[in-house]
């Protein structure tokens, strides 16, 4: 039940492209669902975040969708640049437990210039 | 942005010697730190949290004796691997809790154990 299971594992999109990376969860509890972006050898870095009231939320070419009912989250990268090449990983976390994450399996994003 | 150090970035030792990592909130006070652990090409795992002034709470299945976890300031968490071996080869990392239940993230430490 403290599962993530994200897919794909790996992912080549061409620059300008769209990335899609999807996470699912089993525990109904989790209410911060944030991703992060990590490059080699590097920690992760908070991309976006969002709590289940909202069903969308909008962070430059990243954004996030949320399905309550379906217990799964994806992020869509807009117009993908090969800079944005990175292992990206989906998290979710219990009420008032927001550094306690639980996290996917990641997601390694290549893109093609 | 909040800003975690995390200190070394790389160490290498001899196995049966202890490593000591330092994570640091540079521009924030957080009272609860946490420490993962990520091996290659696989996920962060929660190794345990760390409360300042109190004991560090550990996951299920971590060695509280061999990974010895300190918060002595609201600051600063640091993390000792005692006794050392080839197994504990791995990416450590740190995170500290800040505003809004965000969670930032230390460059991590690669620990390699001869």
Same mark, same amino acid.
């Given at each position: 039940q403290q599962q993530v299971k994200q897919s794909p594992q790996s992912l080549i999109v061409q620059k300008g492209g769209i990335s899609i990376i999807n996470c699912a969860y #089993?525990?109904? &509890?989790? *209410?911060y669902f944030p991703w992060y972006q990590q490059f080699p050898g590097k920690g992760p870095a908070l991309l976006i975040a969002i709590r289940p009231d909202v069903s969308e939320k909008k962070e430059g070419r990243f954004t996030i969708s949320f399905n309550k009912s379906a217990k799964q989250f994806s992020l869509h990268i807009m117009d993908?640049?090969?800079? *944005?090449s990175a292992t990206y990983f989906c998290a979710a976390s219990l009420r008032n437990q927001g550094g306690k994450l639980i996290f996917g399996q990641g997601t390694e994003l290549s893109v093609k210039p | 942005g909040a800003v975690v150090s995390q200190h070394p970035s790389r160490v290498i030792c001899k196995s049966g010697t202890s490593v000591k990592i330092e994570c640091r909130s540079l521009d924030f006070q957080a009272t609860t730190m946490f420490w993962y652990r990520q091996f290659p090409k696989q996920s962060l795992m929660l190794m345990a949290t760390s409360n300042e002034g109190s004991k560090a709470t550990y996951e299920q299945g971590v060695e509280k004796d061999k990974f010895l976890i300190n918060h &002595?300031?609201?600051t600063l968490s640091t993390l000792t691997v005692t006794s &050392?071996?080839? #197994? *504990?080869s791995s990416f450590y990392i740190c995170s500290a809790e800040g505003a809004g239940e965000k969670l930032f993230f230390g460059s991590g430490t690669q620990l390699s154990v001869l």
């Open positions: #089993e525990n109904t &509890a989790f *209410d993908s640049q090969p800079g *944005d | &002595a300031s609201l &050392a071996h080839p #197994e *504990d």
